[in-house]
C-alpha cells in the first residue's frame, strides 16, 4: 500500500514513519507536512534516500495538492494537527483553520479517491476533565481548550463521513505522548531541557494536574494495529492507564539529572487548565490484544537520556520564536 500521511515531520508523526516503515517492507509513504514551527526535518534525516519514503512540503487545507496526493495513495492517516494547548489559548485561528478546515479537505479527498482506509489520530483531550474514573469510547466530548474543542470538531466531521458516504474512517483517541523528538514546548521536554540548562522549571498552578503518559512507540504499534485490523467506524482510545502529577513527573527528571528541586517554579495557571484527564484503554486491549510495552519508569529515563544526547537538536529549537511566546504569556524566562 501507498499511505499519504500527514504531520509526518512531527513529533509523533516523524516516530510513526519511522516504525511503520521498518515494520512494513512492502509499503511506502508520502509524508505532507506544512513544516510549521513544530515540523523538523531534522527528525527524518536517517529516511534520506529511502525510496519508500517520500516527503512533500504543504498544506493540509490545499484541496489541489490532497487532490493530486490522493489519487497518488490508497489510503490516509492523519496526524497533522496545531497541537499545544497553550497556543491555543493565545491564538486560536490556526487551529481552527489546519484542525477543522484541513481535516475537511482531507475527508473530500479520500472521499473522491475511493480509499480503502482513514485513520484520523485524536487525543483523549476531547472527552475533557474528570476527577474519578476513565473515560470510554461512548462517552460525550466535552473540550475545554480550543485546541481540544478543534480536535472534537473533526472528530465529529470525520464520524458523519462514514455514516453519511460510507467512508472508511477510524479515530484514535490516545493519551499524553512523550519520548524522542517531542518539541520543547510540551511538558517533558521543557523541563528535561530547562533542567541541563539550569533554568527554573515553570510548573502551572500547584502541579497536582494528572496525565495518562503513553511512551510514543507504544502509541504507533497502536495505531499501526488500527490501522490494520480495526473495525471501520470504530473509535478506539489508547493509554496506559498509570496517571501522574506534573510534579511526580517533574521531580523524576530532576532526581535523574542529579539537579536540585529548588529548579521549580510555581507560575500562573493555564485558563481552563483540566485536571485529570483518563481514557479507559480495555476496547482495543480485548478487540485487537494491543497492551503498552513500556513502563513510565524505563521509558522516561530513556526520553532524559535521549535529550542528552541530542542538545543540538533541541537547542536550535529553543533559541527561537517559542522563547518569546513563553516570556510574553508567562512571565517566565527559559
Ligand atoms: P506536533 O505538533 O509535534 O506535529 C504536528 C505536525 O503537523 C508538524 O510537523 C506540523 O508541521 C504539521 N502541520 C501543522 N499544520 C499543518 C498543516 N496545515 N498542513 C500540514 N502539516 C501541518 O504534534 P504531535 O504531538 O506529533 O501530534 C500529532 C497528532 O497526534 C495530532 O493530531 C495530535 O492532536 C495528536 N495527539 C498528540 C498527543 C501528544 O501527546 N503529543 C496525544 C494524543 C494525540
Ligand atoms: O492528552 C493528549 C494531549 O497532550 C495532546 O492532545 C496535546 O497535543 C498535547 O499537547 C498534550 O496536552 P497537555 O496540555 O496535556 O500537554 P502539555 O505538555 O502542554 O502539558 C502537560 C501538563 O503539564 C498540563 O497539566 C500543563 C502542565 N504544564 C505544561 C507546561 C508546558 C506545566 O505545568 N508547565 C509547562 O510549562
Redesign the pocket.
Known amino acids: 500500500m501507498n499511505i499519504l500521511v500527514?504531520?509526518?515531520?512531527?513529533?509523533?508523526?516523524s516516530n510513526f514513519v519511522r516504525h511503520f516503515l521498518e515494520k512494513h517492507p512492502s509499503d511506502s509513504i508520502v509524508n505532507?507536512?506544512?513544516?510549521?514551527y513544530?515540523?523538523?526535518l531534522d527528525n527524518l534525516t536517517d529516511l534520506e534516500g529511502n525510496s519508500r519514503h517520500r516527503f512533500v512540503p504543504?498544506?493540509?487545507?490545499d484541496p489541489v495538492l490532497l487532490d493530486q496526493l490522493a489519487a497518488e495513495t490508497d489510503a490516509i492517516i492523519?496526524?497533522?494537527?496545531?497541537?499545544?494547548v497553550d497556543r491555543s489559548i493565545v491564538a486560536p485561528e490556526a487551529f481552527i483553520?489546519?484542525n477543522i478546515q484541513?481535516t475537511f479537505v482531507l475527508l473530500e479527498a479520500s472521499r473522491k479517491h475511493k480509499h480503502k482506509r482513514f485513520l484520523h489520530?485524536?487525543?483523549?483531550e476531547v472527552y475533557g476533565s474528570r476527577l474519578e474514573g476513565d473515560f470510554t469510547e461512548k462517552d460525550v466530548l466535552t473540550p475545554s481548550s480550543p485546541y481540544s474543542a478543534s480536535?472534537a470538531s473533526s472528530d465529529l466531521l470525520v464520524s458523519s463521513y462514514h455514516k453519511t458516504y460510507g467512508l472508511p474512517a477510524m479515530i484514535t483517541?490516545?493519551?499524553?505522548?512523550y519520548g524522542p523528538y517531542?518539541?520543547p514546548e510540551?511538558l517533558i521536554p521543557l523541563m528535561i531541557s530547562n533542567a541541563l540548562e539550569d533554568k527554573s522549571l515553570p510548573v502551572y498552578g500547584d502541579g497536582l494536574y494528572i496525565r495518562d503518559w503513553l511512551y510514543v512507540l507504544d502509541?504507533c504499534e497502536a495505531i499501526d494495529q488500527v490501522f490494520h485490523r480495526g473495525e471501520i467506524g470504530e473509535i478506539y482510545n489508547i493509554g496506559s492507564e498509570s496517571g501522574k502529577t506534573n510534579l511526580e513527573i517533574v521531580q523524576f527528571i530532576l532526581n535523574t539529572l542529579g539537579k536540585p528541586m529548588s529548579l521549580i517554579e510555581h507560575v500562573k495557571d493555564r485558563p481552563a487548565h483540566d485536571r485529570r484527564y483518563a481514557v479507559s484503554p480495555q476496547k482495543i486491549q480485548s478487540v485487537l490484544g494491543w497492551q503498552p510495552t513500556y513502563s513510565i519508569e524505563s521509558a522516561l529515563e530513556k526520553t532524559i537520556r535521549w535529550y542528552c544526547d541530542h542538545l543540538d537538536w533541541w537547542g536550535r529549537i529553543k533559541s527561537g520564536e517559542y522563547r518569546d511566546m513563553y516570556e510574553k504569556i508567562y512571565g517566565v524566562s527559559l
Not at 492523519?78 to 499545544?84: L, M, N, P, R, W
Open positions: 500527514t504531520g509526518g515531520a512531527g513529533f509523533i508523526g505532507l507536512d506544512k513544516l510549521t513544530a515540523g523538523n504543504g498544506d493540509i487545507t492523519h496526524f497533522a494537527a496545531e497541537t499545544h483553520k489546519t484541513g489520530i485524536s487525543t483523549d480536535k483517541r490516545c493519551s499524553n505522548n517531542q518539541f510540551k502509541h
